[in-house]
């Protein structure tokens, strides 16, 4: 079991960068295929993007792909989210998530793959 601590949001004017970190607890981290998710008031929950257990591999929301990018430290049992070019859509709630998969370079999108969840933290871009 994981548990999971995010770090990192606030409040930046659109076209600017932020970035967020995820430490997990618990043993055994680079077993784990590791996503972030976000939602708006009055949205579902959307995929953002995921790395896996090794972080040799990246998968990214169209909505994101060329302004974020995602990393992790095995070593140090954190995985993070850099942010540029943000906009006023980016706002919501970020969430990092985990999951453990049998295959190495295995990237989950929906959050119904993942078992184990932040509590989020909150990123708001102003206009």
């Known amino acids: 079991q994981v548990q999971l601590v995010e770090s990192g949001g606030g409040l930046v004017q659109a076209g600017g960068s932020l970035g967020l970190s995820c430490t997990a607890s618990g043993r055994a981290f680079d077993s784990y295929v590791m996503g972030w998710f976000r939602q708006a008031p009055g949205k579902e929950r959307e995929f953002v993007a995921a790395i896996s257990r090794r972080g040799d591999r990246t998968k990214y929301a169209d909505s994101v792909k060329g302004r974020f990018t995602s990393s992790r430290d095995n070593a140090k049992n954190t995985v993070n989210l850099q942010m540029n070019s943000l906009e006023p859509e980016d706002t919501a709630v970020y969430y990092c998530?985990?999951?453990?998969?049998?295959?190495?370079?295995?990237?989950?999108?929906?959050?119904?793959?993942?078992?184990?969840w932040g509590q989020g933290t909150q990123v708001t871009v102003s206009s």
């Open positions: 998530a985990a999951d453990r998969p049998l295959m190495m370079y295995t990237l989950y999108t929906t959050p119904r793959e993942y078992d184990y």
